[in-house]
T-cell receptor
């Protein structure tokens, strides 16, 4: 079974600074998707960024980028120029390649942004 | 609608009561998922529908949990004889394959928070 581990229960960052959230996973599959989701207090789960395992290039979405290390099964999220609106719970998630497969989530990291 | 709609947003039930949680997915979305999220934890998979067919119910924690999607659109998650450990946020998500990228784009609702006293 696939598992996702987020070892940082809580992180803090100063506004405008950079922070990195860690995620490791375990799978025997060679092709899969990895995701970072943001969940603010409103509970709406919002997709931040997605990485296909077969792509060597790290995904980037504006201030958000990932460091995907397939051999190490590591998938960290870097947030640059942190903003107050980035404060939320962040979840790393894994999904097998086939359509309709479920997401497997980590336990989450609370990100606090200080002004 | 534009997004996935869930109701009620909040539900308080006495232990032993039955509850029903509704999910209205994005129109045309074939796939629908239910997840359970305990306080301070990540969501855990409960069940998956493709249209009206329930293809995976391996995550349902007990036979007190039942989900249906009879016409392939709206889904209901029913919990019978609720227990305190059922207290959680229940998230619904729907998806369709993006024609341009082929990727499976998942959209979540805001969830229903169930508190069992």
């Amino acid at each position: 079974a696939q598992t996702v581990t987020q070892s940082q229960p809580e992180m803090s960052v100063q506004e405008a600074e950079t922070v990195t959230l860690s995620c490791t996973y375990d799978t025997s599959e060679s092709d899969y998707y990895l995701f970072w989701y943001k969940q603010p207090p409103s509970r709406q789960m919002i997709l931040v960024i997605r990485q296909e395992a077969y792509k060597q290039q790290n995904a980037t979405e504006n201030r958000f980028s990932v460091n995907f290390q397939k051999a190490a099964k590591s998938f960290s999220l870097k947030i640059s120029d942190s903003q107050l609106g980035d404060a939320a719970m962040y979840f790393c998630a894994y999904r097998r390649m086939e359509y309709g497969n479920k997401l497997v989530f980590g336990a989450g990291t609370i990100l606090r942004v200080k002004s | 609608g534009a997004g996935v709609s869930q109701s009620p947003r909040y539900k308080v039930a006495k232990r032993g009561q039955d509850v029903a949680l509704r999910c209205d997915p994005i129109s045309g979305h074939v796939s629908l998922f239910w997840y359970q999220q305990a306080l301070g934890q990540g969501p855990e998979f409960l069940t998956y529908f493709q249209n009206e067919a329930q293809l995976d119910k391996s995550g349902l924690p007990s036979d007190r949990f039942f989900a249906e999607r009879p016409e392939g659109s709206v889904s209901t998650l029913k919990i019978q004889r609720t227990q305190q450990e059922d207290s959680a946020v229940y998230l619904c998500a729907s998806s369709a394959r993006d024609r341009a990228s082929g990727a499976n784009v998942l959209t979540f609702g805001a969830g229903s928070r169930l508190t069992v006293l």
